[in-house]
């Protein structure tokens, strides 16, 4: 998977050898970017022909408008634009950076407003280039990342669906609170014991502790809601207490097991497993009485925490509410004199 997106991301990259603009001064074809190349026009800026080359660790080059990099930047790109060079009309500046292509190119793709997806960026390079981004002064990330109407934010989350606690380590990572939230959302099936030293490190204590909260409330309630008990019915001929006792049974053991599956457990499978169940009964008053059941649990299901984020208000307010109630116990407590033993001499 990750060598195919390094190849797409390769291919959109174009080999040339003669584009005036860049004037390599050499028939040695040269990589250059698809969209930064020498008719890249901006999109936000209204500009003409680029002005700044920059080229990659791995020989890419990027054609971009000194202006907009420079308002971008708060630090002139790293103090490229001031330490290193002159701007001059005409003459197009040349920088070398040590970033590779699959960085740079988010980069400025970010920088410009422009989608990354059709590159299909992997989370490593994505990961980079936000910190690339602080490197080089676009910040507050923020500016960039903003949930709804950030083409980049949208392409990080779409990493969670198939690395949900890498995406949500890199959220904590760079504290980014909406993509964590988001991010949380896509962990809940995740283990918890399968999370390595590295990446707790990563996330941080606070969206560590976020997360295990979020697992540990669901867990907790997840529990009881397939804890049941169905009611018994009036005893009849074609269905006795003993009968009703043994639907009950089966249907328990099916809600405990599909419990004991946590958190690989989802609602289709309990929905599909415990409507087997009832369906395989005959007798129409213990369906209904099961059919109240598997409604009260999907009804549960419904209720049950998805994001980090709501799972840590609740266990601040949960803590907040047991400080405001704590009182500390006045004295030690009397103990009893037939369980004290005689001090020995
Ligand atoms: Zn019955």
Redesign the pocket.
């Known amino acids: 998977m990750e060598n195919n997106r390094d190849q797409k991301a390769v291919k959109l990259i174009s080999v040339v050898s003669s584009d005036p603009f860049f004037k390599t001064g050499t028939v040695t074809p040269v990589q250059i970017s698809d969209v930064f190349n020498g008719t890249f026009k901006g999109i936000r800026t209204g500009s003409t022909t680029p002005d700044t080359i920059f080229r990659s660790s791995d020989d890419v080059y990027f054609a971009v408008h000194y202006t907009t990099v420079a308002d971008a930047s708060k630090n002139a790109f790293g103090g490229l634009l001031v330490a290193d060079v002159e701007h001059v009309p005409d003459r197009p500046i040349r920088l070398n950076l040590e970033e590779p292509a699959d960085v740079l190119n988010i980069l400025f793709l970010t920088m410009y407003g422009i989608p990354c997806d059709p590159y299909d960026p992997s989370l490593n390079s994505l990961c980079a280039a936000l910190q690339a981004m602080h490197k080089y002064g676009l910040t507050p990330l923020s500016r960039y990342l903003s949930r709804g109407d950030s083409p980049l934010y949208a392409t990080i989350l779409s990493q969670a669906e198939h690395s949900p606690l890498e995406t949500y380590a890199l959220a904590g990572e760079q504290d980014i609170e909406d993509l964590a939230v988001d991010a949380s959302t896509k962990t809940l099936d995740c283990v918890l014991h399968t999370i390595s030293v590295e990446l707790a490190g990563r996330m941080g204590i606070m969206y560590l502790m976020r997360l295990y909260r979020l697992m540990d409330t669901r867990e907790e309630q997840m529990k009881k809601l397939f804890n049941i008990d169905p009611k ?2 009036e005893e ?1 001929t ?2 006795t207490v003993e ?2 006792k043994e ?1 009950r049974l089966d249907f328990k053991y099916t809600a405990g097991s599909l419990c004991w599956k946590y958190p690989k457990v989802y609602r289709n499978e309990v929905e599909t497993k415990l409507n087997k169940v009832r369906d395989d ?1 005959s ?5 209904a ?1 099961l059919t109240a059941e598997i409604d009260g649990i999907l009804q549960g299901w419904m209720q049950l925490p998805v994001c980090a984020f709501l799972t840590w208000i609740r266990w601040i307010g949960m803590r907040i509410v047991c400080l405001m109630y704590y009182r500390p116990p006045s004295s030690l407590p009397v103990p009893n004199p037939q369980y004290v033993v005689p001090p020995t001499v």
């Open positions: 018994l019915h009849r074609d269905c009968q009703q639907i009964v007798c129409e008053e213990c369906k009485i």
